[in-house]
């Protein structure tokens, strides 16, 4: 049997995973691929550290925010869940 993907993203974390959330309500066939077991330790937003904020010397960051925000809730409506 043979598979055809339209895209495959290497790495299931917070960039792979939203891009291929978002190739997928495109309609696109997409593979995610990661080499660990999800949930793990290892990726760079694991932990109870992790901050986010409004604050950067680049008015477009903090633009980008407002959009991430916006986008967390309309994720968290989606799943039925609250994620942040």
Partial sequence: MESKFDYIV?????????TAYHLLKLGHDVLLLEQF?????????????RITRYGY?????????EEAYDKWNQ??????????
Avoid: C, N, Y
Avoid at 10 to 18: D, H, L, M, P, T
Avoid at 37 to 49: D, E, F, I, M, V
Avoid at 57 to 65: G, P, S
């Fill in 75 to 84: 994720l968290e409506k989606e799943a039925g869940v609250t994620l942040f």
């Fill in 57 to 65: 010397v680049e008015d477009f960051h903090a633009a980008l925010m």
């Fill in 10 to 18: 290497v790495g299931a974390g917070i960039e792979g995973s939203w």
């Fill in 37 to 49: 077991t999800l949930p793990h330790s290892r990726g760079s937003s694991h932990g109870q550290t």
